[in-house]
Structures are given as structure tokens and as C-alpha cells.
């Protein structure tokens, strides 16, 4: 086996088909012992039973083409896109292997080599580059969409088939696109909104943008539970998209611009906490930090802007919430997003909020923390996959119950697909707004709008 | 037919997407859980059928082309290492639990399903697979039969061969042939105990029969911390003296408990104990109460400085995922390992670490130790770092000294991960090349033209005179090794 000295001898001289900034490290990669523990809870595995579309199997794929063994084509590109970025496998990881984080770097240097074409490079530039960074742009399209729904063009356009030219995945987002509220949270909520009671700390609401577009009633009923529970919430006018979809995507230079701006817009408002109640833009909040290796003044402001990051659900608990005396009769079920439960380890506090509620009736669905697909955009990017996982997801669904409860709003839109393709009596909720319902249901509650 | 014809032929009867051959394809397939070695397959295919393996095998066979099952890559002596080129034939797909039998306990299942799986599956029913590698989530039945995979358990409940009752073989020809008896003893030559950790040499299991047992009533489990090893080896043979039998007893040293705590499966052990004892017992309810302080007596009779029985399930499934995760927690302490699986007589406990110490000290590098003590299988986890020059060789052969010391103290090189290509020279501590020779020509009668997972598990005699010993017998028994083709023609039931 005089295998590894020839091996680091070639490395040597061998260049990396990482060369770009931002790279996957040594000292990530190196750390997995190809155990292969992950294999049977990653979804994509799971799905095609093949080791190049795992975790391991992924980790192993981006050492090589780091140690130049592999060059950055198809063989590298392919299993690193197809991942979930789920986070399931960190769950399980015994040696700490940060799939997650050695995935989207990798992607980063994919993101360099070769701007991303076809139907996914699309779907990319227009809703990555094109609308989320800017807020005006997101405004319009939030009209449009409103137009579109409350004009009746939604209707004629059904109507006259119009849809059909779209693909079948993209028919049946469109189907589920909530009524779009009249306004936005972030222009509708005054900048103070000062708790009630006993004053415990104060918070900056981060309203999401996918949230906030197709939920921002999510977002009311959070600074409501918030306000309800001692906290003073401010809204940061400035605040842009997170960037947890451009980082999925590769796209880190942008997803730095974008980071860059909410830590100096949230170190102005200077709040004990952020708050965030979609999944996948807290996750993206709290590794902030792994964006600015090369930077070390925005790695230390990343760093403390992301101590100070909570997801409602982690903050109620922490700070402590009053028990809601309002009854909400219901058997729901609740779906872990894999950005609350894997990449930050939330799995008890919403259940613990849920269960506060005086009618509610919990019952565990099978697998609960087991991707539903969505993704981020993967379920427009890899419409089989995702539609795949939605099946087993809306499977899983015990018998009986009313409602599905999660606390990520990309879960929501794609549950509630599946929820219109099966035609079946369910509802699907964020946690808050069952919380928010029994607080107004006290009967003594402000109700701000 | 050429390579690439064969691998058109591949196609054809698997359809494009079960056929993996683009170079860039085939890199997560270069080694399995054991990293030291790698090399590329040719191809990597996905049957999800009895029949489906046997014609790629037939397919295979016929134009000599080498090929090797696998189950999910978690094998930890290079067992699914395609050394030569090898087609893989991935089990995976093929996971279905296939009929379950709770009056008679026996479960039939296809080799890809994963061990906790089919206990998951019948679970609700109050049943289970008793057989616990730490590796259970992941590893397929398939691959446990294949290295007779062994787990914390087994100390009560024996190992996988003690639960496997009947197989469906794919020999190396494409032959079809079932072996074994669902109910009652062999009967004619036992040859399920034979493909029972043969190592995929002799073959491709694609049904699988084994035992499911009703879960034990009760169960109790301790965690006692000792300041000194020989204290909890003393313990170990003091319980096992009593009459105990507990249902495992597992110790780790004071280098895997760091690792564990490391890692997601934090259970907080003391820095300055030498080791921990993890002691299960079970059965019904009324007795498991009354062994289980028997159990912790017996620890305060040895200097245990505390020991505590699990207060609930949470806490016991803590303690178990702490012990279930030691190997890959070593990647928290350091970027590689080897883990060694000697057996040694549980009375030599003390001596044989003391001498790993002495190993790891003149080495330089460090060991942990993780042991099921009940039944004398360590396993020693030595520590290295592939990138700097000349380690993976040194921990290689700090690696075989050590099972030079099991050996030596009348123990074994392998208690359940198997021989692989990890401990083929090893194996000359065990058998001379006379014995070796004997075990090669009981190869050739399966797998006749060595194509099926060859150079695993038995090295080949070191002096020539063996070899040709070898090949004679197999030349003197042609007759015997061509009948051996037409007659399992005949058996094959699936044809
Ligand atoms: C962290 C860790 C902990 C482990 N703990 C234990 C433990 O406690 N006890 C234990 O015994 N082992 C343990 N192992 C080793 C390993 O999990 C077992 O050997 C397991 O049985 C391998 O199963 P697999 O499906 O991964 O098989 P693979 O690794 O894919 O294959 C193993 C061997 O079986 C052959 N094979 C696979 N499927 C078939 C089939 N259908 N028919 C014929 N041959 C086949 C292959 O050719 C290969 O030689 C551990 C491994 C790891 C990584
Ligand atoms: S990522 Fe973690 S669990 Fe997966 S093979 Fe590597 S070390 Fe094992
Ligand atoms: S993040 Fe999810 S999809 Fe990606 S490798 Fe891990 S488990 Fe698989």
C-alpha cells in the first residue's frame, strides 16, 4: 500500500479542480470516515439507492475533484446539485461532517466555472439574481401576482387553458399560490410594536421574502405571539432577502452582497434578538458567518449577528411564553422542515407550543423529519425528485388529522401541492398561527393588522 | 463478447438507468467503509430479481468477466472492494420485506433490506431481528450474512448464522440453488453454515429466511463507570461467573469516550475514568428487576466509582447510540482510522490492553478502545492521519501487531467484520498453508473460475507446493467440479 505516499506525492502536483475562493476545505472534508451511517435517512439515496446521490457518497466525490483526482464535470456537478441541502445526514453524522456547508462551497465553485444553464440556470437568474435581491422588483411582482389573482385573469386564464403550456410541476405551484395579501408585513408594520406586559427583551422581525410574498399574515401573527409574550418587535424598513437561495444555488458572491447588507441594517436597529419564522432563512442567518472565511471584519459581524438570530418557536421557549387560554379543536399532525430540525436542531419547541394549546390533539406522522421535497427552488429545479418525496410526504400523513402543521413557508407551498393534487381535507399551517389563533381566541387580545 | 459488449448486454436487460459505467459514475464505488484501499469498479448494476441477478451472473460468467456483490458499502475489511475490475452488483434495490411468518418467527426478506428496517416492520407487532450491529441502520442483511455480521447483542442471542435459517444462492455460474431448511437442523452437508460468511466468494444471496424473535418483556441496562480497566474486567467476569447472562455488556476506554462526546451523542463521561461498562440484561419482567441489582452489586464489588440503570428509554437509547457510534465519533479526534476486531479469551483482558498500550505508546499512535466484553470481541481503533507520509502503512501494521497479540493469547483476527483484503496475511497467524489450501479448493467448487469477489478473505499459499496442491485438487476433481454445474442445473428451482 505504498498507495498514499505516491498519492501525496501526485497531489502535489496535481492541481485542485477547486480553484476558485471560498472552497471546500481540507479540514471539512477530511473529517468524514466514510462509515456510510448517512446513507438511509438522505432522500435522494433513499429514492435512487445510488452512492453517487448520498452523502457520503458526495463527500467523497468533492475530496477527490478537491485533490484534483476528479475534474469539476458532470461526475462532481450532477450528485452535488441533485443534494436536498436537507441536512439529514448531519443529524446522524457520529464524526460531524458539515454536508451542508461542503455542498453549497462546492456548488460555489461550480457557480464560477460554468454559469448554470438549461431549466434550472433559468429558474436561477431570474428568481436569484433577477427578483429576490431587490426589493422593488419583488414588490412588483407581488402586484402582478395580486393582479393577477384578484383581476380575474387567474380565472380567465384557467378558463382559456392557458396553463397547459407550463409544465406540470410549475401548473400545480401555481394552483397553490396563497391569495396574495393586499400588503406586505414589511410595508405594512409600523417600526415599533412594543410588547404588552412585562417588557423581557426586544427583537427585529426578518420578514422573509417567499414568507412575506405569499404569508405575510404568517409574519402578523408572529410579531402578535411576539408582542403577546414580552417582546418589543421592530420592523428594519432596509432589510433585504437573506440569501439562503443563492447560497443553495452556488451563487455566494451575491448571497455575500445580500449578507452583507441585512448585518448592518440589524447591527443599526441593535435588538436583543432576530427573529425569523421561516426555516430555511433562519438556517441561512446563522451561518452567515461561514460566507466571510475570507473576511475578517464581516466574519466577526457575522458572528455577532448571528448569536443573536432565534426562530420564534427556539426564542418563545427561551424567553418563556404564557400557556394560551383560547381552544382550538384540532388533530394535526406536524412536519419538521429540514432547516428547523436538521440544520438547527428545533424539534421540540414547536411541537412544546402545539401541544400548549388547550384542543389540540398532536399526533406524530411517521418519518416527520424527512425532506418533503421542496427545497429552497429544488422543487422547480428537480421537479421528479421533489415530486417524489411530496408523495411519500403527503403518505405519511396519518389518517384523521385536519390540519399539518410546519414552520417554513417553501414546506407550506409544497405540502399544500400536495395537498390540491390528492384533493384532500387538510390544511396546512405555520405553527404561529395556531398559537396566534388561541392567544386572539382569549378574546382580550389586541388584534393589530 | 468484449467489455463493452457485455456492458450493452447489461443494458439491455436492466434498462439504462440500473446500469452505472461512465467513469464519472463509478467513483463513490472505489472502496467500502474500509478506506485504505481503493480501486475503480468496471460498472455498477442495480437488479431488483432473483432471476435479474442470475442472468447478469450467467451473462458475467460466461465472457469471464470479474464481478462482486454489496449491500450498503459499510463492510470494514474491504469485502465490497473491487480489487480487479469487478462489475458490482448493488443489492440495494432489491429491500423488500418479502412474508413474515409470527407463528412459526421467521421472516423472509430480500438481501438489500437493512438490518433495523425489517425490526422497524415489525416492531408494532412486538417482534424483532435480534442480530445488532452497531451498523444496523444502514447495513443489509445480505452483507450481514455474508460477514456473519456480529452485534452488542449476541452475547445472549448469538450471531447472524444463529438467525439465518435458509437462503436463495446465485452461485458464481448463474445457478440458482436454496439452501438451508426454514424449519429444523441441515440436513446433507450444512451448507448455509458454509456461505455464511464466506464474504460474497461464494456467491450472491437474494432471499433470505431468518429467525424473528418476541421482544423480551423487560429490559434493564446499567452504565458504571470504573477508574480502572482491570476493575471492569474483573466485573465482566464476575457477572459471567454468577450465572448472568446479560443480553451484552460492552466497555469503551477512556480515548473512545472523548470521541463520543464529541459528537452528537453527547452522554458526559468523566475525564479520569479508565472505562465504561454498558450492561443490559433482559427477559421477564419479574426476573430482569432482581438480576439487574445483582449486576450493580456485583460492579460496587469491583471499585465501580457510580453506577446507574437507565431511568427511561431516552436515556437508555443515549447510552446505546454513544457506545453504536465510537468508530465514526473517531472522526472526531482524528481524520482516520483503522478499527481492528480481534477475539481473545475475556479472562486476558487486562494483559492484552495493557500490551495495546504498549503498541500504540511504541507507535505513536494512539489506539481507543471499544469492547464487547461479554464475548472477548475488541476492537481497537487506531488513530492516523492519511496525508502524512507513511501513517496509513504504520497503522496498517500497528494494526496486524495487535492481532499478532490476540492470536497469540489463543483469540481470533476477526470476531464479525470479517477478513476482506484487510486481514488476508493475518490470516497465516490462524491456519497453515496446508488449511489455507483446503479453504481455496472449497472456493473453487462454488466459484469455479474465481471470478466472484476474488482475492478476499483467503490469501493464497505462501509456497508454490500449496498452490499446486491446490490447483490438483481441483484438476483431479474436474469431473466433480463440471458435475457440480450440471447438477445445480438441475436443483435450480427459478429457471
Ligand atoms: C461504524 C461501523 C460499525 C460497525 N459495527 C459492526 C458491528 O458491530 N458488528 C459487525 O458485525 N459489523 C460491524 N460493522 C461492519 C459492517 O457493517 C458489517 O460487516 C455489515 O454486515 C456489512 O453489511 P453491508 O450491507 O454494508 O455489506 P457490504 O459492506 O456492502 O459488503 C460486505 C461483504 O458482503 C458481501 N455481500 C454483500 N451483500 C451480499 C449478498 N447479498 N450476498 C453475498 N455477499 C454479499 C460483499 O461482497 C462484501 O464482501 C460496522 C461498520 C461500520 C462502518
Ligand atoms: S458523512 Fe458522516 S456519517 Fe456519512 S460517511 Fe462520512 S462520517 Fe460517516
Ligand atoms: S443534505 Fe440531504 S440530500 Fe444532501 S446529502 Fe445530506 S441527506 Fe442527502
Redesign the interface.
Known sequence: ?????V??ADMAQRSTSFPWPDAPEEDQY????????C??VCPTYQQL????H?P??RV??IK?ASQG??PL???VIN?VFTCLDCRACE???????QVGALIEEARGQVHYQEPPSGLSGAVEKLFLRGIFPRPARLKKIRRLMRFYQMSGLRTAVHKMGLLKVLPMHLRELEAVIPDITEQSALDALPELMPAQGARKASAGLFTGCVMDVFFSDVNMATVRVANRNGLDVLVPKEQICCGALQVHAGDREQARKMARHNIDVFERTGTDYIIINAAGCGAALKEYPELFKDDPVYHEKAEQFSSRVRDISELLVEVGYERPQGEVNCTLTYHDACHLCHAQKIRSQPRELLKSIPGVNLVEMVDADRCCGSAGIYNLTHPDMAGQLLERKMDDIPEGVEAVVMGNPGCMMQIKAGVERRKVDLDVLHTVELLDLAYRREGNHDERR | MNGDKVIRELVRILGPSRVLHKPHQLHTYNCDAYVAKTSLPRAVVFPESTEEVARIVKLLHENDIPFLPRGAGTGLSGGATPLNGEVIVSLVRMNRLLRVDFDNLRAVVQPGLVNLTLTRKITNKGYYYAPDPSSQSVCTIGGNLAENAGGSHCLKYGVTTNHIVAAKFVLPTGNVVDIGQPFGDPVGYDLLGLVVGSEGTLGIATEITVRILKKPQAVKTALALFDRVSDASDTVSDIIRAGIIPAAIEMMDQLAMQAVDKSNYYVGYPADIEAVLLIEVDGMAAGVEETSQRVVEICKSHNVRTVKVAENDAERALWWSSRKMAFGATGRISPDYIVQDGVIPRSRLTEVLHKISEISRESGLRIANVFHAGDGNLHPLICYDSRIPGETEKAIKVGSAVLKVCADVGGSITGEHGVGIEKLEEMRFLFTDTDLAAQLAIRSVFNPKDLCNAGKLVPKPSRCVEVRHAQRIIEQNADFFGGFQEQTELMSPSK
Open positions: 500500500m505504498a498507495k498514499t505516499a498519492h501525496l477530511s473529517v468524514c470516515v466514510h462509515c456510510g451511517f446513507l438511509e439507492g445510488d452512492e453517487n448520498s457520503r457518497g467523497h466525490l477527490e483526482l476528479l464535470d458532470e461526475s450528485p443529524t446522524v453524522c457520529p464524526s460531524g461532517v
